[in-house]
């Protein structure tokens, strides 16, 4: 994505269920040079298992930003989404080059 993405990118980074969304989210966090942390939220049979996952870069002294979703289930998707789209526009490398 650039810095002004496109309707399409936009839509692009809205995923069609939870464990996309999930896996979207791990694989551009790592990319992004995060580390990653993850925890269970549910003890059925689900698999892949439910998870709250955290990525978090930096150091302690600097600002954080914490974009948080799903707690409430019906913000999920935007805010999937806009973890995606952040991550993918690459602002998040540029914050911890910074």
Same mark, same amino acid.
């Given at each position: 994505?650039s810095?002004?993405?496109?309707?399409?990118?936009?839509?692009?980074?809205?995923?069609?269920?939870?464990?996309v969304a999930?896996?979207?989210?791990?694989?551009?966090?790592?990319?992004?040079?995060?580390?990653?942390?993850q925890?269970?939220?549910?003890?059925?049979?689900?698999?892949?298992? %439910?998870?709250?996952?955290? +990525?978090?870069? @930096?150091? &302690?002294a600097?600002? =954080?930003?914490v974009? /948080?979703?799903? %707690?409430?289930?019906?913000? +999920?998707?935007? @805010?999937? &989404?806009?973890?995606? =789209?952040?991550?993918? /526009?690459?602002?998040?490398?540029?914050?911890?080059?910074?």
């Amino acid at each position: 994505m650039s810095d002004s993405p496109t309707r399409q990118e936009l839509i692009g980074a809205f995923s069609p269920d939870y464990f996309v969304a999930r896996e979207r989210f791990c694989d551009l966090s790592s990319e992004s040079g995060l580390g990653l942390q993850q925890y269970a939220i549910a003890s059925g049979d689900t698999t892949p298992p %439910l998870t709250i996952d955290a +990525a978090i870069g @930096g150091d &302690a002294a600097g600002e =954080a930003v914490v974009i /948080s979703s799903g %707690l409430h289930g019906v913000e +999920a998707p935007f @805010g999937a &989404a806009v973890q995606v =789209a952040l991550l993918e /526009s690459g602002a998040v490398r540029r914050m911890l080059r910074a």
